[in-house]
């Protein structure tokens, strides 16, 4: 019992020794490698397997693509700055366009472009050829033929590529021939401008319509305003209270002061000569202008067609009719303003890199996958079978 202790030193200095004998790695290291070679059935189904399928995939099974690339910018014409500073920092030019950015990209990527696409079946025809791979084809291997599975093996075939820091879009198009591929690229091109092109007249057309229908309205309420102050004046019987009293108050400090002189000199007669006949003639034209001066202030105020009350209800249609004009006026400025924005915001396709016909076909790349193929499977194989050497190992 004394000596038990002892030997487990003993037999850990022995353990550090072993690990620290080079001789003694190399016997392990050995001994791990037979273990693996005892997964043979593992390799086969690692590495030979894999290896074998992409030899007859990629070598004789799989299908030339051929990939056209096309690039293309939302512009639209950009406002100029009105300050100084802002002239420095940015000149005149044109700006990205947002919304007909990702409008274009989405028609592209929609069902919509695939119905247009193949009209008269041109995009399936192009696509279910005889000289394409059954594992390329479409509607082979199980998928079906209907609508709903064409897009989705549209969806594969097209790539839209947004770089948000360019507005760039990359429009990329895989065929089985070069000129399909150039094709569908250069009909989804065309889409692309269409819809930027009615997103445009849509845009320009709700912008004028919205302000003439302001400027059809104003025109109304001015055009009513005119009317009932005419109809106002005619019935009333004036043209302006205001400008018309003036005249009156005129007319009436004219007879005041014939009035006034009549009494002096019917005063004067009196007192030279009372018996004279010209002091009956004299109170007769006094008391004929008393009576004018009297109707006349009666026609300015008092009487119930006075111009005094025919001063309010003339103010109040005449300011409507003035604000109506008004109106009218500055709906027409924004019609005229709408028509110069409608104009200046017209945004268009800009394509920098056009679809040409490829040479040769860019995919698959054939002996790059199936090099990917042998390593992936290498290290699958090794992984797993130091993992069952483990397991092996502990169980014994």
Request: one cysteine or more.
């Amino acid at each position: 019992m004394l000596d038990r202790p002892g030997a487990i030193v003993a037999d850990e200095k022995s353990d550090e020794q072993k690990k620290a004998d080079p001789s003694v790695e190399q016997s392990l290291l050995a001994r791990a490698v037979r273990r693996m070679r005892g997964f043979g059935w593992l390799f086969l189904l690692t590495v030979v397997l894999p290896t074998t399928c992409a030899i007859l995939y990629f070598g004789l099974l799989a299908s030339d693509v051929y990939v056209v690339e096309s690039k293309f910018v939302v512009r639209s014409p950009e406002k100029t700055s009105a300050s100084g500073l802002g002239v420095l920092l940015k000149s005149a030019g044109f700006a990205n366009a947002g919304d007909e950015v990702y409008a274009a990209r989405d028609f592209v990527e929609s069902r919509d472009a695939l119905r247009e696409l193949n009209k008269g079946g041109a995009f399936s025809a192009a696509y279910t050829m005889p000289s394409i791979s059954i594992f390329d084809r479409f509607g082979t291997l199980g998928s079906g033929n209907d609508f709903e599975d064409l897009y989705k093996y549209y969806s594969k075939r097209i790539d839209v590529r947004h770089d948000t820091a360019s507005s760039i879009i990359t429009l990329e198009v895989r065929a089985y021939t070069p000129q399909d591929a150039k094709r569908f690229n250069e009909q989804l091109l065309e889409m692309a401008e269409n819809t930027v092109n009615r997103l445009n007249t849509r845009g320009r057309q709700d912008l004028i319509r919205f302000a003439q229908v302001e400027v059809d309205d104003a025109k109304r309420s001015a055009g009513n305003a005119a009317i009932t102050l005419a109809q106002y004046r005619s019935r009333e019987g004036v043209i302006d209270p205001e400008k018309q009293a003036a005249v009156q108050l005129q007319m009436v400090s004219k007879l005041q002061d014939e009035l006034i002189a009549t009494e002096n000199q019917l005063v004067q007669v009196r007192a030279f000569a009372p018996r004279n006949p010209q002091v009956e003639v004299l109170e007769v034209k006094a008391k004929a202008l008393t009576r004018q001066i009297d109707e006349e202030l009666g026609k300015i105020v008092g009487a119930r067609r006075s111009l005094s009350s025919a001063t309010a209800e003339y103010q109040r249609l005449f300011l409507a009719s003035q604000f109506a004009d008004k109106q009218l006026a500055s709906a027409m400025a924004s019609l005229e303003e709408a028509r110069n924005e409608a104009r200046r915001k017209q945004a268009y396709v800009e394509r920098i890199v056009q679809p040409n016909l490829p040479d040769s076909a860019l995919e698959p790349r054939r002996l790059r996958s199936i090099l990917a193929t042998f390593a992936l499977g290498l290290v699958a194989w090794a992984v797993l079978s130091m993992v069952f050497a483990g397991v092996k190992e502990h169980q014994a």
